[in-house]
């Protein structure tokens, strides 16, 4: 169903669940360090290296394989 670009990915619970995971222990630390916004801030910011992570770990891209290039790689 997701193959024609409409629908739920194949694949995309594991993020959610692991995003849910990453918000839920940013939220522990900031309680633990007193400041939950800050938990929260560093959390998001983790989910997002982890969403970039986890797409770039499915190989959605094919084509993006270029011996030439000698750029940051993720």
Do not use: H
Request: net charge negative; hydrophobic share 50%.
């Amino acid at each position: 169903m997701a193959e024609n670009g409409k629908g739920w990915p194949r694949g995309r619970l594991q993020w959610v669940f692991g995003t849910a995971l990453i918000l839920a222990l940013g939220a522990l630390f900031g309680l633990i360090f007193g400041n939950l916004w800050i938990g929260l801030v560093l959390a998001g910011a983790v989910s997002i290296g982890w969403l970039i992570a986890y797409e770039s770990w499915r190989g959605r891209t094919p084509d993006m394989n270029d011996e030439d290039d000698n750029g940051a790689r993720l």
